[in-house]
Nanobody
Framework: QVQLVESGGGLVQAGGSLRLSCTAS????????MAWYRQAPGKQRDSVAA???????SYADSVKGRFTISRDNAKNTVYLQMNSLKPEDTAVYYC?????????????WGQGTQVTVSS
């Protein structure tokens, strides 16, 4: 079983920055891709950014140019640097990892971290 633990959420004013972190733990696993999703109240969970094991990235149009996803494969950690934050970025942010263990493929989610952007 692969567990994900997120950190770095909080309250920030519009125009400010936050950096989210997510670390995977367990044994006998390999992570292919990692991603960040977010879910605002009353809305579905949407993809924000993703990164493959070789560093290929993709972003939702709404965050391009403001957010940067990166990862440290040695630490099984993915980061989301969020700049120029807007009130509409307010949501619970979830980390996601896809890969395989010694026995089976896996897809794991973190518990979520709240990001609130005040106007």
């Amino acid at each position: 079983q692969v567990q994900l633990v997120e950190s770095g959420g909080g309250l920030v004013q519009a125009g400010g920055s936050l950096r989210l972190s997510c670390t995977a733990s367990g044994s006998g696993f390999t992570i292919n891709s990692m991603a960040w999703y977010r879910q605002a109240p009353g809305k579905q969970r949407d993809s924000v950014a993703a990164i493959t094991s070789i560093g290929t990235t993709s972003y939702a149009d709404s965050v391009k140019g403001r957010f940067t996803i990166s990862r440290d494969n040695a630490k099984n950690t993915v980061y989301l640097q969020m700049n120029s934050l807007k009130p509409e970025d307010t949501a619970v942010y979830y980390c996601n990892a896809v890969g395989y263990t010694d026995y089976a493929p896996f897809r794991s989610w973190g518990q979520g971290t709240q990001v609130t952007v005040s106007s």
